[in-house]
Nanobody, 125 residues
Framework: VQLQAYGGGLVQAGDSLRLSCAGS????????MAWFRQASGKEREFVAA????????IYADSVKGRFTISRRNAENTLYLQMNSLKSEDTAVYYC???????????????????WGQGTLVTVSS
């Protein structure tokens, strides 16, 4: 599956932003999907994940209650709604897809086979 992430931009602290990730090439619902992010000078970190059917979601503690991951399989699209943004949310955000990702590995980037190119989110304080 090919992934294209978009929707990043420059916002102020407290604002909202929605990222999208368009998938193509395979049956989108077969894939567990996730968002990761990487801030400048830091390692990539897990943000959120959602199972192929969309019924199970998992979040990093740092974004729980502020971010919402969702998907529309009929449109081959993954979303990340980000509210109450903070300066520490500034990063390049990547979408990722994998098949048969076990729960214990869902926050591990190595469990995902396909990655989008990333979209930059900058939150000014």
């Amino acid at each position: 599956v090919q992934l294209q992430a978009y929707g990043g931009g420059l916002v102020q602290a407290g604002d909202s932003l929605r990222l999208s990730c368009a998938g193509s090439g395979r049956t989108f619902s077969n894939y567990d999907m996730a968002w990761f992010r990487q801030a400048s000078g830091k390692e990539r970190e897990f943000v959120a994940a959602i199972r192929g059917g969309g019924t199970t979601t998992i979040y990093a503690d740092s974004v729980k209650g502020r971010f919402t991951i969702s998907r529309r399989n009929a449109e081959n699209t993954l979303y990340l709604q980000m509210n109450s943004l903070k300066s520490e949310d500034t990063a390049v955000y990547y979408c990722a897809a994998g098949t048969g990702v076990i729960l214990s590995s869902i926050a591990n980037g190595a469990a995902y086979n396909y990655w989008g190119q990333g979209t930059l989110v900058t939150v000014s304080s």
